[in-house]
């Protein structure tokens, strides 16, 4: 351990309390996906004090706080946060105001955040980078609320419903070289690397029947929630077509299922993910999943209008670095340290991120339940943020010291699936369509 590595160690070790309580005050005040106001706020709050140059409004709750910025053609180094969090409820943390309570661990990445830059800020490490860093708040990570996003798109506010990929679309990821990411994750343990995961795209499908009185005239009404029974029922045939190396994942709710019950329901709306481990795989997964809800329509006589929108591109498997294990060691000496390996059926818009630019992930323990679950509970504090804090601020000095000679190294090695933010976006806009079969 260098002098600066323990200087960094001991001044978040110092800030402990001012990082729980940060992190704390987000967990209790959960916000949704392009709606996290508070959150963001709180964010720009802490960096200004922190006298950084901060800019907002990067994809409506998006916030850059930039530090070294006279050194960023040396190279960009993004710390990744996520802003929002999930609509669970009933769990014991929700936020009454929106329902949300982060069961996924998005306040554990801002509180790492928060701590690595009151470490990075102090000027005897900022000097020792050769680099820029940029702390980066980014907006719904969690792609839900597909209608609510389709209103945003509507009133010109956004075009993607996942904020990474909104970010990569407006520029905002086109001053950064690189990234740091982090998850939380059950146990006690911490993983460097990654491994890969499915993409998906999303589909919001409105039946439309027509209304009468379920008792005393059904005959006169064409009934539109049987019509989607039908196209649920179509879809759960074709699944076994879906074969098990691609790792489809189709998972529709409801979320318009009538008026009243004497009357026919003559609107239905339903939201899904269409989810696989390889573009080729969802796209083929989308194309049963449109015939199904059609053939619904068709057999009731009933119309169907069929958005889709562009999800997230497949997660990339990607190495562990050895500067995170370094960091791992560094931080939390007495935590077990893994590599991750495998394939994961969920979904993060850092795949979309990794298309462009390297991306390092690790995850830290400290937590257990399920994620996306009401048991999901914080238990060790300073591993679900001090240690978090510890690893992005060591990692980032292991990149950008020795004017930035490893970051440049590792820029310089990586083979983008994409050249700029353009291309990208081009590509994703295959992905947007709407079908309406009357």
């Given at each position: 351990?260098?002098?600066?590595?323990?200087?960094i160690?001991d001044?978040?070790?110092?800030h402990?309390?001012?990082?729980?309580?940060?992190?704390?005050?987000?967990?209790?005040?959960?916000?949704?996906?392009y709606?996290?106001?508070?959150?963001?706020?709180?964010?720009?709050?802490?960096?200004?004090?922190?006298?950084l140059?901060?800019?907002?409004?990067?994809?409506?709750?998006?916030?850059?706080a930039?530090?070294?910025?006279?050194?960023?053609?040396?190279?960009?180094?993004?710390?990744?946060?996520?802003?929002?969090?999930l609509?669970i409820?009933?769990?014991?943390?929700?936020?009454?105001?929106?329902?949300?309570?982060?069961?996924?661990?998005?306040?554990?990445?801002?509180?790492?955040?928060?701590?690595?830059?009151?470490?990075?800020?102090?000027?005897?490490?900022?000097e020792?980078?050769?680099?820029?860093?940029?702390?980066?708040?980014?907006?719904?990570e969690?792609?839900?609320?597909?209608?609510?996003?389709?209103?945003?798109?509507?009133?010109?506010?956004?075009?993607?419903?996942?904020?990474?990929?909104?970010?990569?679309?407006?520029?905002?990821?086109?001053?950064?070289?690189?990234?740091?990411a982090?998850?939380?994750?059950?146990?006690?343990?911490?993983?460097?690397?990654?491994g890969?995961?499915?993409?998906?795209?999303?589909?919001?499908?409105?039946?439309?029947?027509?209304?009468?009185?379920a008792?005393?005239?059904?005959?006169k009404?064409?009934?539109?929630?049987?019509?989607?029974?039908?196209?649920?029922?179509?879809?759960?045939?074709?699944?076994?077509?879906?074969?098990?190396e691609?790792c489809?994942?189709?998972?529709?709710?409801?979320?318009?299922?009538?008026?009243?019950?004497?009357?026919?329901?003559?609107?239905?709306?339903?939201e899904?993910?269409?989810?696989a481990?390889?573009?080729?795989?969802?796209?083929?997964?989308?194309?049963k999943?449109?015939?199904?809800?059609?053939?619904?329509?068709?057999?009731?006589?009933?119309?169907?209008?069929?958005?889709t929108?562009?999800?997230?591109?497949?997660t990339?498997?990607?190495q562990?670095?050895?500067?995170?294990?370094?960091?791992?060691?560094?931080?939390?000496?007495?935590?077990?340290?893994?590599?991750?390996?495998?394939?994961?059926?969920?979904?993060?818009?850092?795949?979309?991120?990794?298309?462009?630019m390297?991306v390092?992930?690790?995850?830290?323990?400290g937590v257990?339940?399920?994620?996306?679950?009401?048991?999901?509970?914080?238990?060790?504090?300073?591993?679900?943020?001090?240690?978090t804090?510890?690893?992005?601020?060591?990692?980032?000095?292991?990149?950008?010291?020795?004017?930035?000679?490893?970051?440049?190294?590792?820029?310089?090695?990586?083979?983008?699936?994409?050249?700029?933010?353009?291309?990208?976006?081009?590509?994703?806009?295959?992905?947007?369509?709407?079908?309406?079969?009357?």
């Amino acid at each position: 351990m260098d002098q600066t590595e323990k200087l960094i160690i001991d001044i978040i070790d110092q800030h402990r309390d001012e990082v729980i309580e940060f992190a704390r005050d987000i967990y209790t005040h959960a916000e949704l996906g392009y709606k996290e106001f508070r959150t963001s706020q709180k964010f720009v709050n802490k960096m200004k004090e922190l006298g950084l140059h901060t800019e907002t409004g990067f994809a409506i709750t998006g916030v850059k706080a930039y530090l070294n910025e006279e050194k960023k053609e040396n190279a960009s180094l993004a710390l990744l946060g996520e802003l929002d969090a999930l609509r669970i409820p009933e769990h014991a943390y929700v936020n009454s105001e929106t329902d949300a309570a982060h069961c996924c661990g998005h306040h554990a990445q801002m509180a790492g955040i928060f701590g690595a830059a009151l470490a990075l800020t102090v000027p005897e490490i900022a000097e020792k980078l050769g680099g820029q860093v940029v702390f980066f708040a980014t907006p719904a990570e969690e792609y839900g609320e597909i209608e609510f996003k389709n209103q945003l798109r509507e009133q010109g506010k956004i075009r993607y419903g996942g904020g990474k990929c909104e970010l990569i679309r407006t520029g905002a990821f086109d001053d950064i070289d690189l990234c740091l990411a982090h998850h939380i994750q059950p146990g006690d343990e911490i993983q460097v690397g990654s491994g890969t995961g499915n993409g998906f795209v999303s589909k919001v499908i409105r039946y439309l029947g027509k209304a009468a009185h379920a008792a005393g005239a059904p005959d006169k009404g064409v009934n539109a929630l049987s019509a989607a029974s039908l196209g649920l029922q179509a879809l759960g045939l074709n699944r076994e077509t879906f074969r098990d190396e691609d790792c489809v994942r189709v998972h529709p709710i409801i979320t318009k299922g009538g008026n009243l019950v004497n009357v026919i329901p003559d609107e239905i709306v339903i939201e899904t993910l269409v989810r696989a481990k390889t573009i080729e795989a969802f796209t083929d997964a989308a194309k049963k999943t449109d015939r199904s809800f059609q053939a619904g329509a068709v057999a009731m006589g009933a119309k169907v209008e069929i958005n889709t929108l562009p999800g997230y591109l497949p997660t990339l498997a990607e190495q562990a670095l050895p500067e995170l294990k370094r960091a791992a060691e560094l931080a939390a000496p007495e935590v077990p340290v893994r590599e991750a390996a495998g394939h994961s059926g969920g979904s993060t818009d850092v795949g979309d991120v990794q298309h462009l630019m390297p991306v390092y992930t690790f995850n830290t323990g400290g937590v257990k339940g399920g994620l996306h679950q009401i048991n999901f509970e914080v238990t060790n504090e300073e591993e679900a943020y001090i240690d978090t804090a510890k690893m992005f601020a060591l990692a980032a000095y292991g990149l950008l010291k020795e004017k930035a000679a490893r970051s440049k190294e590792l820029v310089k090695n990586y083979k983008p699936v994409f050249k700029d933010s353009a291309e990208y976006t081009k590509f994703m806009e295959q992905f947007d369509s709407k079908e309406v079969l009357d």
